[in-house]
């Protein structure tokens, strides 16, 4: 049963009878008894003094319960949104730190930046109300972009943060860097931005606030990746309850990609709403609110430098990097520029010297947070592209140039110049095995085969590595963490030998209530038909931190690994007894516990069944019952790996590129679920080359936002892109349990680079040498009209 | 507010709505059948994907007194008792599904896809689906699910 059912088999989906038959369970279908509803009225400004607000009319009309506004956020003495992460200045100094009211007060900083909350008792009542709240504003200059925020007299978000910088820091060795250079044979350098995105999950957020006041308690039905850091920060920082009277439940979510980690100010304006109409308070995001009202992803401009000697060998690296923080800080905000980026900047290769400066500068913008990937994606599309204009400029060929930098199977554990040490990996296998399959040495004949078709081909690659499993408890703090990071589970077998097991790991996607399963299924020898998973409800769960950062196989599964050695450990005490022999001479496996050397046995069922019915049983010594709750603190982050390459066709004449072909192969390690791993290297690379190739949120530099729906911001549809051959090659991590790493990231990390590298490729011969991303057929048809004026003159 | 009759999943339903409801509107909320999702407020996404008269529709575009003398069905209507429609199970047999959020229009959509054309290219099925977004799967799945439910309807292995 173990080897068709446990680590490795692809199995099919638990979850996916419930959701295929419409039976889900996201917030919006939530419908509480006596349901009111709340509409937010948010800024459309990006700067602007709130000077009134008249709610008379809105109060009088039909159905409303009430409006509320940043005063009563204050009057009710509402904590401010508080952020998870401080990062220091390099002087040593804290980072500025601005309040966020929950309502704005005073001053609207956001296009989206809420306002005021119309509750009434239809959503319909409560839209015709939220247009007849007279707001007066008086409108100040904004400014929603990089570098333009950091210009001599830009517009200051905050009167706090003089050049609206949040902080100034770095990492890496300064004086080791310069000496690299100084020595270098040949420096390339390269200015490049990375496009800001929409996460875009397919749910919109959506929170139900329900305060019953007969036992004083709150229940919050909210999308969020990790209900237990909601409940925390609504208690410590928010709403002021404690948890012992506050319940998050998370239920079905429809994707979350980052977007749903952070606590939001819808989440506590709910359940105070319900304190204050005595109702409970459902809020739902459109698509357009999403826009404006979800933290983005990206949004980095940098400069880069790489030095090499006369072989191509990597000498150093040098980082400057702008990061838009919006105006407000979110809760994992200052991590992601910092300690998930410019930790990354030393990629799969072996540098002897890197220096990075971040400076992270506030906008009129909403929020800047954790995007899939997060960090990694912006350190890998620096370097990958700077590795290939390197091998372009030195004509050393891209595959040789990285097989010449790549940091060696022999050299494991490797510490990086910017604070990580990579346990293992095998990059030099990833980097075969993607060639194989992209058919590398066939490149020249499809390339020909295109030209013959009027369309220029191109190929492009990335080598990438990535660190996530986040996160060791005790090394996230000394960088300015302020939770920790570990994972919880609990393991509870049944009288008749069924599982429940209780995870602080939030699944929204990716598919834990089947390889959670798979694990018990594999260590215990039981069907996953009698294997439930329980998620996402504090009330149920024991405290764990969600999912994000490729975190739940490798932490949240680890922690399960370790309840269920003190279930097995526990059953050989029992079976011991049964069987009458020494638990040194018990063994358990395929299901069984086996007095060694001998056909005598008890299956786990019978085992379980005793620890219920202690009849026959070693009372004296050992508890009834068979459960066992575990925390799992990981040692070190994860690193998965690996190459990416992407052939492109650009049809000169319009400048539309189509993505013909990717071909990936990753190191994530143990593998669970090939099926579901898989699709999570699917779902990521559509999400990379989306930004690569069609995303981008535009604000001007006021701070308007001009593409907030679906009208104007492109997603990826499934005709611009192939099907995926995705491989892999599997070291495994040396230091969890189980050996995985995390697959959730990956697509969005290495991919970007690749498709840049590819249209770059295909357009080298007519002389363009750079592109931005998104590198849409405007701005490629332009690059190539450019290129041939050029020439021309 | 005036009062409607819409035939839903082969049962009539009596209910009051403005003249100005959204067809999804009335199906989530008022007949609570909460399988339909709204993923956009601009007709793009297509997560609100139901069936009219057999024609896959986006039933944010349609008011609900439009919809008063066809043949609604909705995702909840698609399975036969507890046997899923070839489709649902194409598209848990291909995992054609992560958050199962856009799952409901994609089903609704490419089961008509695949009764007018029972034997759809990737680039047909890719083009079919240009009104339906899916941000989990990068649509690789998906598209094998419809193949393989394509091949199983015309009486191949599925
Ligand atoms: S909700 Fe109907 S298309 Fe998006
Ligand atoms: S499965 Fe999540 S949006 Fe398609």
Not at chain 1, 287 to 303: L, V, Y
Request: hydrophobic fraction near 40%; charge should be negative; glycine fraction near 10%.
């Amino acid at each position: 049963m173990s080897s068709a059912q446990g680590i490795g088999a692809s199995i099919k989906r638990k979850e996916d009878r419930r959701f295929l038959l419409g039976k889900g369970q996201y917030t919006d279908d939530i419908t509480l008894p006596d349901q009111s509803y709340a509409v937010l009225i948010r800024s459309p400004y990006a700067a602007a003094l709130i000077k009134k607000i008249d709610a008379a009319a809105a109060l009088a009309a039909p159905g409303v319960l009430a409006v509320l506004t940043g005063d009563d956020v204050a009057a009710d003495g509402l904590g401010g949104i508080p952020c998870g992460w401080a990062v220091k200045n390099k002087d040593g100094s804290n980072m500025v730190e601005p309040p966020h009211p929950g309502l704005a007060h005073g001053k609207a900083r956001h296009v989206g930046d809420p306002v005021a909350m119309v509750v009434a008792s239809s959503k319909a009542l409560a839209k015709a109300a939220a247009k007849l709240v007279d707001i007066d504003y008086d409108v100040l200059p904004g400014c929603g972009r990089l570098p333009e925020a950091t210009a001599e007299g830009a517009p200051l978000v905050w009167d706090q943060a003089p050049g609206n910088v949040c902080f100034d820091w770095h990492i890496g060795d300064a004086a080791l860097t310069d000496a690299a250079f100084a020595k270098a044979a040949h420096v390339v350098e390269l200015d490049l931005v990375n496009n800001r995105v929409a996460p875009n999950a397919m749910e919109p957020r959506a929170a139900n606030g329900h305060y019953a006041a007969a036992n004083d308690h709150y229940t919050l039905y909210t999308t969020s990746q990790n209900p237990h850091l909601t409940r925390l920060l609504l208690a410590a920082f928010t709403l002021h309850v404690s948890e012992h009277k506050l319940r998050v439940i998370a239920p079905d979510v429809g994707g979350g990609f980052g977007s749903k980690i952070f606590h939001y100010a819808e989440e506590l304006l709910v359940l105070w709403a319900s304190r204050r109409v005595g109702r409970p308070v459902k809020w739902t995001a459109d698509r357009s609110e999403a826009f404006i009202s979800d933290a983005h992803g990206r949004d980095h401009i940098s400069k880069a430098q790489l030095a090499m000697d006369k072989d191509g060998k990597f000498l150093g690296l040098r980082v400057h990097t702008l990061a838009n923080m919006g105006a407000y800080l979110s809760t994992f905000a200052p991590a992601v520029p910092t300690y998930l980026y410019a930790t990354l900047l030393s990629g799969p290769y072996d540098f002897p010297a890197i220096y990075a400066e971040v400076k992270a500068i506030f906008t009129n913008t909403v929020a800047v947070d954790a995007y899939r990937g997060a960090g990694r994606p912006e350190a890998t599309y620096l370097l990958e592209r700077l590795v290939e204009k390197a091998a372009r400029e030195t004509g050393i060929d891209r595959v040789e140039l990285r097989r010449r930098n790549l940091i060696q199977p022999s050299q494991f554990p490797y510490q990086t110049q910017v604070a990580l040490q990579y346990d293992i990996g095998d990059y030099q296998a990833t980097l075969d095995l993607a060639l194989a399959k992209i058919d590398y040495a066939g490149y020249a004949q499809r390339h020909a085969a295109s030209a013959a078709n009027g369309k220029l081909r191109g190929i492009g690659m990335s080598t990438y590595i990535e660190a996530c499993g986040i996160a060791p408890s005790a090394l996230v703090g000394a960088l300015g963490a302020r939770a920790g990071l570990y994972e919880a589970a609990n393991v509870r077998i049944h009288p008749t030998g069924s599982v429940t097991v209780f995870t602080g790991t939030h699944s929204h996607g990716q598919g834990h209530e089947t390889t959670f399963a798979q694990l018990i299924a594999d260590r215990l020898g039981v069907s996953t038909d009698n294997v439930e998973i329980v998620h996402g409800d504090t009330d149920r769960i024991p405290f764990g931190m969600g999912t994000y950062g490729s975190r739940s196989a490798s932490v949240g599964g680890s922690a399960i690994v370790k309840a269920l050695d003190k279930i097995v450990d526990k059953g050989k005490k029992i079976a011991a007894h049964l069987l009458e022999a020494s638990v040194a001479d018990i063994e358990f496996r395929d299901g069984a516990y086996r007095v060694v050397g001998t056909d005598r046995q008890k299956a786990f069922g019978e085992v379980a069944f005793a620890a219920y019915v202690p009849h026959n049983y070693p009372i004296d010594t050992v508890e009834p019952g068979l459960e066992e709750s575990a925390f799992y603190d990981p040692k070190n982050f994860t690193f998965p790996g690996g190459t990416h390459f992407v052939e492109v066709e650009i049809d000169p004449e319009t400048g539309v590129v189509e993505v013909v072909d990717v071909a990936i192969a990753d190191d994530v390690g143990v593998i669970i679920n090939p099926m579901i791993v898989d699709g999570q290297a699917h779902g990521g690379l559509a999400q990379g080359i989306g930004q690569a190739l069609y995303e981008e949120v535009q604000y001007d530099a006021d701070g308007q936002l001009s593409n907030g729906s679906y009208m104007t911001y492109c997603m990826p549809r499934a005709a611009d892109l192939p099907m995926f051959k995705v491989g892999n090659h599997v070291t495994a991590c040396t230091h969890n349990p189980l050996g995985v790493k995390g697959v959730g990231e990956v697509g969005a990390i290495g991919v970007p680079p690749a498709v840049i590298n590819a249209v770059l490729d295909a357009l080298a011969p007519l002389g363009v040498k750079d592109i931005s991303m998104p590198a849409t057929p405007e701005k490629v048809w332009r690059a190539i009209a450019a290129a041939k004026q050029g020439k021309g003159a | 507010m005036p009062t409607i009759t819409l035939r839903v999943n082969r049962k009539n339903h009596t209910v009051e709505c403005a003249n100005s409801s959204l067809l999804v509107d009335v199906l989530r909320e008022q007949l609570r059948l909460t399988g339909t999702h709204v993923g956009c407020d601009t007709s793009q996404c297509g997560a609100c994907t139901v069936h009219v008269d057999g024609h896959s529709v986006k039933s944010c575009t349609m008011l609900a007194v439009e919809a008063q003398d066809a043949e609604i069905t909705t995702i909840e209507g698609l399975a036969d008792g507890n046997t899923l429609h070839p489709m649902q199970a194409a598209f848990q047999e291909c995992h054609g599904l992560q958050c199962g959020f856009c799952t409901s229009g994609m089903v609704m959509s490419t089961t008509e896809l695949v009764s007018r054309n029972p034997d759809p290219s990737e680039p047909e099925i890719r083009h079919w689906l240009e009104g339906n977004l899916c941000r989990c799967t990068g649509y690789h799945n998906i598209v094998r699910a419809v193949q393989t439910c394509a091949r199983g309807s015309r009486g191949g292995t599925p």
